[in-house]
């Protein structure tokens, strides 16, 4: 078993920047992938960044491309996301999620909310 913790969300200003964390714990030693996907209320879930642990591959979102960077730490156990040039159609919760295989996600967070004043 695998936890998530997410952390880093707040209320920023458009044009502002944020930064996510996620700390993994439990068997972190079976994830290979992991990423963020957002929700936000009457929209579609949204795969916003992912990266595959085993070669650091990344795959980021049209709508955020350009304006964020998806990374982990040495250890491989913490998950970051930086947001730059936040757009109010950025807010949303952001949940973290892994898996034990590339393109499954088994793990997910609780969330942290990302709220963007105009």
């Known amino acids: 078993q695998v936890q998530l913790a997410e952390s880093g969300g707040g209320l920023v200003q458009a044009g502002g920047s944020l930064r996510l964390s996620c700390t993994a714990s439990g068997r972190t030693d079976t994830i290979i992938v992991m990423g963020w996907h957002r929700q936000a209320p009457g929209k579609e879930s949204e795969s916003v960044a992912s990266?595959?642990?085993?070669?650091?591959?990344?795959y980021y979102a049209p709508s955020v491309t350009g304006r964020v960077a998806i990374s982990t730490n040495n250890a491989k156990n913490t998950l970051y996301l930086e947001l730059n040039s936040l757009k109010p159609d950025d807010a949303a919760v952001y949940y973290c999620?892994?898996?034990?295989?590339?393109?499954?996600?088994?793990?997910w967070g609780q969330g942290t909310q990302v709220a963007v004043s105009s």
């Open positions: 990266i595959n642990l085993m070669g650091d591959t990344t």
């Open positions: 999620e892994a898996g034990d295989n590339p393109g499954r996600y088994t793990y």
